[in-house]
């Protein structure tokens, strides 16, 4: 093709096979189209750029040719481009998808982005707005993601808008400023498809992890945990209940479960309305969890747990029994306990001990944010296997002693509304120990440490009668096999699975039956989680094996041990997993007792949620 | 460079109640809102700001939340690029078409080429991008290279400035520094003279 060719027909111009026009020609001719248009005078060859923009044919390799060639041009004529004059062109290049180009396009259109928003202000928001748009896929990317060629399609696209992103921060140093309230925006809504809101959080992450993140990666945090809790909120109790007795998996309601197993039609109807938004929160947490995974490889992930806390402060501590969202805390601290776990017990117990730090107000009173606080602690000592007997001792100390300091200045009857606090922590307290008395006995000063105990249990308050009648019972029963203290035999509480004082000091919202670390229902966050863990039949009691009649292997692993080295087969693994309870199994000296005890779990259990009530 | 000046301003901050407990922190929370923003009242983007309270007196607005205003005496480190004033950065990225410059850290600004003067040349320098002027070869604008450029326009928004390499005093800082040096002692016999006068 000749220069004289070139110039009798328009669209050649512009056609990159074209070897004898160089670059700075085919510039030139965009520039000047650019500027008669600019002048007010039609031009035919611009109408054709905006129609060569406009087309979508991805089969058609010479429109493609054309189109990387005028993308080239333009962004070498950004500073010719007029956001009045020029507005057709400018709405054809922002309407466009990386998704629906070839690679080089695909370079070239990116590279007219960068150039667009790093020139002028005026196109930044809507570069960045165009970048983003790609985090969400079109629906035949969402259909056929298990095709090869789609997944290297997403690949070529995802990692251009990511080089783009951080190629237009580092010229425009503002820029995340601007993109951050952006992404809020753009996050998908509830209802979409759990395929989006997972590709778009896994972008969100991805991004968080690059130098954007250092600015924005707290609120990015923000956005990602707003959303697990929206989801975490929309998914009832029930509906996971019901879900999972259907497969078998859950069957924590022991003497329910059997009634309601062959009900098959409501479960299967319960798993078509919120099925979805289930499985959406289980793969949103295990995309949070591996994005944690990395950082801790990369040696970020105690800068990262920061801002993860102000998270976690922010939309799950004062959210109302959050089911799920709160093992992304447990992760992080699974995956460095010395700094991370450490952290977060020790902020727990902050927020539990101020009352005078300016706390977010937005939806609970601040003595229910103090109480979930101390429930949140007291769960996570319980159940963390990564958290070494010493700091554990060390967090029931200062609880103790903090307790023990309250009863010296009180002089109150039992009046659980009035000391809410304080019932809650001595709660707190026996719940650990139901979990590590044993090994904390073990070590003579940490058992010197607990002494206040007993007098705060003796005082006049009455803590035994107030909190919850299981958590007391165990705690009794352990403490009085391993020596902590005298156990009056005489000692009564209300055969009740909750006695009406617990109830009132637990408040409306019965946070007296709050345990956020109770075994994550989630089948897939589950298995991230289990392995640091600790399940009740893991546990070890103070009261001898020799007391138990007829003990189950279960309960002999120990704190330490590796469950998934024991010969037992998944099945009887997961059985003793999904034991929400503080109760140990077959266990019990007499059948009333043990029929008891067994209806525990339901109480424990959160499902003590409005609904149940 | 130009564009930077202090300024002393009484200002009025109010403050919730909740926050009374700490009330220097309070202020300084609400002055660092205005942070790297363009704010009229000002005529600046805010860039530091030192405050000192003067009385202890405060007013209590009525309403819902009783809100009270605290007088403070603050000076403000502004930034408001005028057009035709003189800045420098440092340049982050070049291309045949443009020179990316990161003003104070935080200010984008970018000339184009129809703002780069004829003297200055696209060349590729080992591997690298670079402007080199053609009457002074030593002359070479390149990533990282300390540019003083004049300001064309200044957009608040997104504190993004255009900027221009016409005027002959714009180009590389170090460069027109030594130039002027060593105009300077050329005309220093000259330069004493008018200084006696």
Redesign the interface.
Known sequence: MGASEALTDPSSLYNVGNNDLSDTETVLNVRNALASVQNGESDLLYDQFVETIQINNRSDHALGAQLDALLKAL??????IDVNHHRRILSGIFGMSLWDHKPHVMDSLVDLII?LA?????Y??NCLNMLIRHFVPPPWVIDRLWQNRVIEQKQHVLSRVHGALLKIS?????AP??LLPMLAHQLPKINKKDQVVVIYVENLLKLENSSIGQVGGGMIFMMVMERLRDLDLEIDWDDILQDDSNRGMFDMELEDAMNEGDELPVGSLNQDTSGGKIESLDKLMVTCFDHLESCNLHGRLDQVFEKLFDSFENFILNTYKSKVSQFLMFYACSLDPENCGVKFGSKLLDIFLSS?K?RPTRQVSLSSLWMSAVAYLASYLARGKFLPVSYVATMLKRLVDECADYCRTCNDDIRPEAHQLFYSGCQAIMYVLCFRMRSILDVPRFRSELIPLESILMHKLNPLMVCLPSVVAEFLRQAKAGGLFVVSDSFIFEDLLESELSRAFGGCERLDTFFPFDPCLLKSSNSNISGNFIYWSMVRPTYDKDDDEEDDDDAEIIVNGDEESDEEDEGDLDYALNKMSITPKHSFKNNMERERLMKMPSMIRPSTSPESL | MEGLKLTNAELLVYIHPSKSGNKLKAICRELSSLLFQYDEIFDGVLLAFDVTVKSKGAKILAGLNPYFGVKVEASLLLFNPKPNSLVEGKIVKISPETIHVIVLGFSAAVVTDIDIREEFKYRMRNGEDCFVSSSHKRHVLKVGTMLRLQVESFDEEVMHIAGSLLPANTGCVKWLEKQSEEALHMDRDDHKRRKIA
Not at chain 1, 75 to 80: K, R
Not at chain 1, 118 to 122: D, E, L, N
């Open positions: 962004s070498g004529s950004v500073a010719c150039s790093a020139t002028s202000g005026k930044l928001d580092l010229l425009v140093p503002l400023s601007r005078n300016p």
